[in-house]
């Protein structure tokens, strides 16, 4: 079946930095696209990041010079460094994992809290 397993995440002060990970197991076919997704309370949830097994990324408009996307293919582990933290990236962040056959894989979520 196979499983996104995150780790990371918590409390932080504005302008400060978290890094979050995400571990594919189990999962034995290719995976192509990884990528970061969050909701927040009452909001629908959005892209933040993601990677290509080639390693191109596109960035949500609101962490592009804060937050960086990496991965590691043969670990099948994506990252997540977010820097400069805004109160506005309070949300529940989700793993993703796009691989071949069409199939999609959502963590379990972890919360990350910026207070002010």
């Known amino acids: 079946q196979g499983k996104l397993v995150e780790s990371g995440g918590g409390s932080v002060q504005a302008g400060g930095s978290l890094g979050l990970s995400c571990a594919a197991s189990?999962?034995?076919?290719?995976?192509?696209?990884m990528g970061w997704y969050r909701q927040a309370p009452g909001k629908q949830r959005e892209l933040v990041a993601r990677?290509?097994?080639?390693?191109?990324?596109n960035y949500a408009d609101f962490v592009k010079g804060r937050f960086t996307i990496s991965r590691d293919n043969a670990e099948n582990t994506v990252y997540l460094q977010m820097s400069n933290m805004k109160p506005e990236d309070t949300a529940v962040y989700y793993c993703?994992?796009?691989?071949?056959?069409?199939?999609?894989?959502w963590g379990q979520g972890t919360q990350v809290t910026v207070s002010s």
């Open positions: 993703n994992a796009l691989a071949t056959f069409s199939r999609e894989y």
């Open positions: 189990g999962i034995i076919i290719r995976i192509n696209t």
């Open positions: 990677i290509t097994s080639g390693g191109s990324t």
